[in-house]
């Protein structure tokens, strides 16, 4: 049996550490992932006046008292994602926020306008031409209802609603572990937080949040589920350490009917996937939580595409996430994919070939269809998966893979 120890979520620490910055005083963060998005976010904090100190390999240290600049690096923060959640927080703190567009994994079209609705909603003046700026004279507590389930558009408004004037109510919200995860953090320093993890959120506005408290970041349940998958895929024998079980009920359930042997203990997962079984084909569409995860399809992916006999897998959230089928089709699978859905006609084994990596959770799929392929793989494009998962190579080695970093 292989164990691996599981990280801080990525998805979570990309909205505490910019949260940190409502907080007027010092904040220790520990459980966090060292990976690219995070340490891109310590810059920009530190641009932003807050003192940013790692104390340890996975603890940060923000004092966020002092903040003396409300204009992000736009080119830093075009780098990734997250760093939209500077404009809710800095937007709650100072009444005024500027950030590069947005990037981060080309998934398709990757709107905001949740994000804007909700603070507009608040009071603030948003403007998005090149750049996005934020600013109020005040902001006060509202009604959103938002169209579709956000993770962003939660945590974002969220961040802005803690500091403002009233109550605001945030209906059709995501619910993901990670929303409860800032929410918990922001209460445990004084914001007033009812709901997360409900479809309905409201906010007491405060005057302040004190510092001084320490908050370990959730575990990453995406990268517990890419373990599960990849134990799976290889007929393997893993023991996932440091993990919520229930959050990965959704991935649990379909790998049961695929055949594994799942067992929840505590804070781990055994899964086991025995030689002389045959992978059962199963049909899955990914849908925000607790649905199944999009953030696991690819993972899943490769386990389909060596199942006995015919699945299909639909895509309900990004339209551009299918990109990895063609790079597991390259090694010999045999998955057809049109528009949101990918249909999987089983094979019995991969070949290693050279593979690009088209995104993160891309990148994590075809290290674990390289893992369990004939011969080598090679896959390029790597600084993808460094943005979500850390030493993932180690982690893969420890199991048994034959993996290295070029
Ligand atoms: N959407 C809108 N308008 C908005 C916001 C979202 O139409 O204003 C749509 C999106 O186009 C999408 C759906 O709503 O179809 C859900 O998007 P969401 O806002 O939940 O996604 P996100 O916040 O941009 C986060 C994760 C993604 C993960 C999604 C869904 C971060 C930084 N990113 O993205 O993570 O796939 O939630 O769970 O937290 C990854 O880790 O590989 C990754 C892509």
Redesign the pocket.
């Known amino acids: 049996m292989g164990e691996v120890e599981i990280g801080g979520a990525?998805?979570a620490a990309?909205?505490l550490l910019p949260a940190a910055l409502l907080i007027n005083g010092v904040t220790t963060f520990s459980n966090v992932p060292n990976i690219s998005d995070i340490r891109k976010i310590c810059d920009i904090l530190s641009t932003l006046g807050a003192k940013v100190e790692w104390t340890e390999k996975h603890t940060v240290i923000i004092d966020a008292t002092n903040i003396s600049e409300t204009h992000a690096p736009l080119d830093l923060t075009s780098e990734f994602?997250?760093s939209y959640y500077l404009l809710g927080a800095l937007l709650s703190r100072c009444l005024s926020a500027e950030v590069g567009m947005p990037g981060?994994?080309k998934?398709?079209?990757?709107?905001?306008?949740?994000?804007?609705?909700g603070f507009e909603a608040l009071g603030a003046t948003v403007d998005t031409v090149g750049k996005i700026t934020a600013t109020a004279k005040k902001l006060t507590g509202a009604d959103v209802y938002f169209?579709?389930?956000?993770?962003?558009?939660t945590i974002n408004v969220m961040l802005a609603a803690v500091l403002a004037e009233g109550t605001t109510t945030l209906t059709n919200v995501?619910k993901?572990p990670?929303i409860v995860d800032i929410a918990n953090f922001l209460n445990l320093c004084g914001a007033d937080i009812v709901g997360a993890g409900t479809d309905i959120i409201k906010i007491n506005g405060v005057k302040e949040l004190k510092g001084d408290f320490s908050y370990s970041v959730v575990p990453d349940q995406?990268e517990a589920g890419t373990f599960m998958c990849a134990a799976v895929a290889s007929h393997g024998d893993i023991l996932i350490k440091n993990c919520i079980p229930e959050h990965l009920d959704p991935l649990t359930s379909k790998l049961i009917e695929m055949g594994a042997e799942i067992e929840k203990s505590g804070d781990s997962i055994h899964v086991v996937m025995s030689p002389n079984k045959k992978l059962q084909p199963v049909n899955v569409a990914t849908a925000?939580?607790p649905g199944f995860?999009?953030?696991l399809q690819p993972q899943l992916g490769v386990c389909l595409a060596l199942a006995d006999g015919t699945s299909i897998l639909t895509e309900n959230?990004?339209e551009s996430r299918f990109q990895y089928t063609t790079e597991l089709n390259n090694m010999g699978a045999n998955i057809q994919a049109n528009g949101s859905t990918a249909i999987f006609q089983g094979v019995k084994e991969l070949t290693g070939t050279k593979v690009v990596s088209s995104?993160?959770?891309a990148g994590a799929a075809l290290i674990i269809a390289g893992a369990v392929a004939k011969g080598e793989t090679q896959i390029t494009n790597i600084h993808y998966i460094d943005r979500?998962y850390e030493s993932i190579e180690d982690k893969f080695r420890q199991l048994g893979a034959n993996i290295v970093r070029k």
């Open positions: 990525k998805n990309v909205a994602r997250a981060g994994c998934l398709g079209q990757r709107p905001i306008d949740q994000h804007i609705k169209d579709v389930r956000s993770v962003g558009a995501a993901e990670h995406i925000p939580y995860p999009t953030d959230i990004w995104d993160l959770r979500g």
